[in-house]
């Protein structure tokens, strides 16, 4: 039976479910999933093996008219998942009308692959509404596969993957077949604290944060990490820690339960805060946590 194998890259609007949608289709949480917007800054790799199919999944940034270096560099992800796909997902949800960025729009609507538009979160619509936005899209986007899915509920998932398999063109597999991702363990940890930063601070702080991680430590029965959590100004880092430590303590447990479940380990969590001045807009500290210029 022939091989097939490529590239599936997932673009949308921000908070659209491309996370969501990423995660059902690999079975396994790579991507942070949280209500706020602006969850997802960089562009990560998931990877599903079959016998015969080596499905490569893109999760991007949501896209959104820049105001920062960060912002910037997310937005070159996203431009980077046009030129090595071999299908793109087009993903919206009920009751959505257009892209934030009309350029990028133009690209998915005049692309020379093939185009899958989910219509995502159609759990909190009606049939009627449903066949309205069918249509809308269908006039939009008349190059596109359109599917209606709940990624959260895993409705159509299973179909919606089948004809990705379908449209990938015969070719070997790119990566080993017992590979997951393209990120490594440091990568997920960082993801995991900031999601627990995401969901228990307001405003401005979870977007003002990044993590390193400065040691991981694998034994046969424990992870050891520790790991810098960075804020632009000394106000967020007192935010971040919180009364007597406290709200830091709780972002640690947060963070170590989901560790624990996702590499199938024991882990110890050391936390640290630190300032760094205007990291979002500074090159040189961009490139150093992975933002570099595509």
């Known amino acids: ?142 190059n596109a596969e359109i599917y209606p899915i709940s990624a959260l509920e895993n409705f159509n998932i299973k179909e919606v993957f089948g004809r990705l398999v379908e449209l990938l063109p015969e070719s070997p597999a790119f990566y080993p077949k017992d590979q997951l991702t393209d990120k490594p363990e440091r990568f997920f940890v960082n993801e995991a604290i900031r999601e627990k930063i995401l969901m228990n601070y307001k405003k401005e702080i979870p977007y003002a944060v990044e993590v390193e991680t400065e040691e991981f430590m694998e034994d046969e029965d424990i992870i050891r990490i520790r790991s810098v959590i960075m804020v632009e100004r000394d106000s967020q880092k007192g935010i971040i820690i919180g009364h007597k430590g406290s709200a830091l303590k709780k972002v640690g447990t947060e963070a170590r339960k989901g560790l624990e479940k996702f590499f199938g380990k024991k882990i110890h969590i050391e936390l640290y805060v630190k300032v760094n001045k205007n990291w979002r807009s500074n090159q040189r500290q961009l490139k150093r946590f992975g933002y570099n210029k595509q």
């Open 1 to 142: 039976m022939a091989h097939k194998a490529g590239f599936v890259n997932i673009i949308g609007n921000p908070n659209v479910g491309k996370s969501t949608l990423m995660n059902a289709f690999i079975g396994e949480k790579l991507s942070i999933i949280t209500s706020k917007a602006q969850t997802t800054r960089h562009r990560i790799l998931g990877i599903v093996n079959g016998d015969d199919f080596q499905v490569i999944l893109s999760d991007t940034p949501g896209i959104i008219k820049p105001a920062y270096e960060l912002q910037e560099s997310m937005m070159d992800f996203v431009k980077s998942a046009f030129e090595d796909a071999d299908v793109l997902i087009y993903m919206v949800e009920i009751g959505e009308k257009a892209l934030k960025d009309e350029a990028f729009f133009s690209k998915i609507t005049n692309s020379k692959i093939p185009v899958i538009l989910l219509i995502n979160k159609i759990d909190k619509s009606n049939q009627e509404n449903l066949e309205e936005q069918v249509q809308f899209w269908a006039e939009k986007v008349p």
